[in-house]
C-alpha cells in the first residue's frame, strides 16, 4: 500500500517541487492550497484543509512562515496518531515552539531545505534538521524521506543566527542591488562594458528576484539579520568616509585584515578559479 502525504500549500513554488518530488518516489500525494491553483498531474486535491490531513501518513507544510505556527495549532490535533508533519520554514525559533506543543501522537520533522524549485535531484542537497522533541528519530525519518540528500542537525535559535547570515544577508544585499540596477536605462551598454564580477553578481541578484515577494521579505525580516546588516551598513560608511578623506592606509589594512581572516578558512585562489569557470560556463 502507498504511503499518504499531504502538502499544504502545494500551489507554492517549493509546494510544487516536493509534490512533484513525493510523487515520483511512489507516495499517493493530496494537496492543498487556498491561493495559488494546482495543476500537476497524479495529484489529489483536497477542498478543504482539515479534510486533506485525516488519512495522511505524513502531512508537509510549504506555507508562510508567519502561518505555518497557526497552521501547526489547527491541523495537529486533527491528523491521525503516530503521523508525521513536516514543516520547512526559513525562520524557526516560533515554529518550533508550536511543534513542541502538538499532541504526543504526532512527530514533528522539523527541516530547512537550502535549495530552491530549480534543483533536478535531492541528491547532494543540503538540508538542515531542527530537533524538536528526538533528534535522533527525527533525524532518520528525514533522512528516509529525503535519501541522498546532506543533512546538518543544529537547534533553533542557532539556525536563525545562521540563516540571518546565509540567506538574511545575501538577499538583503542582492535586493538593493538589483533595484540600482535595475535603474539602468542603458543595460545593454552596462553589460558590453562588464567583466566576470559584475556578471556573477547581476545572474545571482536577477535569480533572487525571481522568488516571490513574500518570501523575500519573511528572509530578510528574520530578526537576527539585525546585527550583521547594521555591522555592514557602518563598515560601508566607514570605507566611504575613509576614501573620501583620502585614508589609503586605514582602507587596505581592512582589506588586509579580511583576506587573512578568509584565506584561514578558505583557498581564495580556488575561489577565484570556480568564479572564472562558472563564467565560462554559462557563457558557452
Not at 494537496?31 to 485525516?54: A, H, M, R, W
Request: glycine share 6%; net charge positive.
Amino acid at each position: 500500500m502507498k504511503k499518504k502525504i499531504t502538502v499544504i500549500g502545494a500551489g507554492g513554488q517549493m509546494g510544487k517541487w516536493f509534490t512533484k518530488y513525493f510523487l515520483a518516489i511512489g507516495y499517493e500525494v493530496t494537496c492543498y492550497d487556498t491561493e495559488n491553483k494546482i495543476q500537476t498531474k497524479g495529484i489529489i486535491q483536497s477542498e478543504s484543509l482539515v479534510g486533506g490531513i485525516l488519512k495522511a501518513d505524513y502531512v508537509m507544510l510549504c506555507t508562510p512562515t508567519r502561518r505555518t505556527p497557526e497552521i501547526i495549532r489547527l491541523i495537529a490535533k486533527e491528523m491521525k496518531r503516530d503521523t508525521y508533519l513536516i514543516e520547512i520554514s526559513s525562520e524557526k525559533s516560533k515554529v518550533v515552539a508550536s511543534l513542541a506543543k502538538m499532541p504526543a501522537k504526532i512527530n514533528p520533522i522539523c527541516i530547512h531545505p537550502m535549495f530552491g524549485p530549480g534543483a533536478k535531484s535531492i541528491k547532494g542537497q543540503n538540508i538542515i534538521s531542527i530537533p524538536v522533541k528526538d533528534a535522533k528519530k527525527e533525524l532518520e525519518v528525514a533522512k528516509a524521506l529525503f535519501e541522498g540528500a546532506n543533512f546538518v542537525t543544529i537547534d533553533s535559535n542557532e539556525h536563525d543566527k545562521k540563516i540571518a547570515v546565509i540567506l538574511g544577508l545575501t538577499h538583503l544585499m542582492n535586493l538593493v542591488f538589483a533595484n540600482i540596477i535595475s535603474k539602468d536605462e542603458k543595460m545593454a551598454l552596462t553589460e558590453k562594458m562588464s567583466g566576470t564580477t559584475f556578471k556573477v553578481q547581476k545572474i545571482l541578484a536577477e535569480s533572487i528576484m525571481t522568488e516571490s515577494p513574500e518570501l523575500i521579505e519573511t528572509i530578510i525580516a528574520n530578526p537576527e539579520i539585525r546585527r550583521s546588516a547594521e555591522e555592514l551598513w557602518k563598515d560601508i560608511g566607514r570605507l566611504l568616509t575613509a576614501v573620501q578623506e583620502s585614508k589609503t592606509e586605514e582602507v587596505v589594512n581592512y582589506i588586509k585584515t579580511c583576506q587573512a581572516k578568509l584565506a584561514s578558512n578558505t583557498n581564495l585562489d580556488e575561489s577565484y578559479k570556480k568564479l572564472t569557470k562558472m563564467i565560462s560556463v554559462i557563457e558557452k
